[in-house]
C-alpha cells in the first residue's frame, strides 16, 4: 500500500478509493500519506478482532483508539479523525447510514421541518433556527407529561415557555421565538395534532418597529476593503469576488453562498440570486463583478465537481457555508484597519449609497430585493439632506 509500510488489513479494497477522494477534496499528499496510515493501522487491528469493514462503527473506532494507548503509542488518533473514512464508506455503500429509532418528538419535529422545507419554502439557515426551536419546546413538554405532549397541550403552557424565553432574550430575540413558535403551533393545527389554533394564544413582545438606524459603513471603507484584498493569491481573488457581490449587488451571505455556476449568464450580463422563499431574481452584473468573478473561476477556484461558485479554499474543498462570507468581510476590515463588520453591514452601506447619489426608495427596494416597501423605509432615516428638506428649523437657530 502506497503511503504505509505495512498491509492495510480490513481496509485494502478500500485504500485506493480513500486516496483519490481525498486528495479530490484538495489535501496535500503529506497529509493524505497519514490518513493512509492510521487507516492501515484500524484495518489490522479490525483484522485482529475479527471485525469486518462493513461493522465498522463510531464505537469500535474508539475501542480502536483505547488500544492503542494500552500499547502505550505516542501518537494516538482520534475519532474525529476517521470522519472522512466514515463519510467515503457511507458513500460507497460499505456502511449503511447511522439511524436511531425515532421518538414521538423526533417525528412530529421531521414532519415540521418537511413543511417549511417544501410547503413554505423557507431557507435553510431559517428552518434549522425553527426546527431547532420545535424540538426544545416539544421535548419539554414531552419530558413533563409523556406521549400526550401535543394532544394535551394548551395556551398556558405556551405562554409560560415563551416568557421563559424573553427573560434572557433581547426584544428582537423574543420577537424571533414568537414567529418561530407560531408557526409550529400553525402546523401542529393544520396536521390535526392540536384541536385549537394556539398560534393565536401567543403574545406579542412589546416594542417599537423600526426604531433603529441600518448601520452601514462610508463607501470609502467599502472600497478599501475591496483593494485590501491579496489577489495575487487564490484566497484573496476569491475574497475579493465575494466582497464584490456583497458591495456592488448587496447580495446575502446565504445568497452568495447558494451562487451556482449556471446561476451566471455571460451574454446577458445578468446574475439569477437565488433568495428567500425560493425566489430567484435576475440582476444585472456590473462590469467590475463580472471581472472579478471570471478571475476567480479562471485561475483561483479548485476544479471540483460541485456547481456552487464559491468553494473552500483549503482542504476540505467544498462549497462554502453562509457565515464564511461574513468571516471574509470581518478578515478584510482587519487587514485595513476599518472596525469589523459583518457582511450585512455592506448591503445596509449599499443603500445607503444609493440614496445619496438620488435613488428613490423604490428603487433601493428593488436592488435589495426587498418583498414589501416598508422594509426599506427604513433607509429614508439615512437620507439626511433629503430630511433637511422637509424639517423645520430649530426655533432657537435665529437667536
Known sequence: MSGTRRKPGQMSPFIDGFRARLLELGYTPGTVRNELKSVG???????????EASQLTKDSIEEFIRARRAAGRRKVPTVRSFASLLEFLRSEGVLLPESTPLTPVDEVVGDYKNWLVFERGLAAPTVLRYE?????????RA????????EDLTGSHVVGFLVRECGRLSVGGGKGRVAELRSLLRFLYLRGFTALPL?????????????????????????????????????????FAILALVARLGLRSAEVARLELDDID????????????????????????GEALTAYLCSARPALAVRQVFLAHKAPMRAI?????????????????????????????LASELLRRGATLVEVSQVLRHRDLATTAIYAKVDLSALRSVALPWPGATQ
Open 41 to 51: 493501522q484500524l484495518g489490522l487491528w479490525l483484522e485482529s478482532q475479527g471485525i
Open 321 to 349: 457555508r453562509p457565515d464564511l462570507v461574513s468571516d471574509v468581510t470581518r478578515r478584510a476590515c482587519e487587514r485595513v484597519g476599518v472596525p469589523r463588520v459583518g457582511a450585512h453591514r455592506l448591503r445596509h452601506a
Open 266 to 289: 455571460w451574454r446577458a450580463g445578468e446574475i439569477v440570486v437565488r433568495g428567500k422563499a425560493r425566489r430567484h431574481d435576475r440582476l444585472p452584473m456590473p462590469s467590475d463583478v
Open 199 to 239: 398560534a393565536t394564544a401567543v403574545p406579542p413582545v412589546a416594542g417599537w418597529h423600526e426604531t433603529g438606524i441600518p448601520a452601514g459603513i462610508a463607501a470609502d471603507d467599502v472600497q478599501r476593503l475591496l483593494d485590501g484584498c491579496d489577489r495575487s493569491s487564490s484566497g484573496g481573488i476569491r475574497d
Open 132 to 140: 431547532t426551536l420545535a424540538r426544545r419546546f416539544l421535548q419539554e
Open 143 to 150: 419530558d413533563a407529561v409523556g406521549d400526550r405532549f401535543v
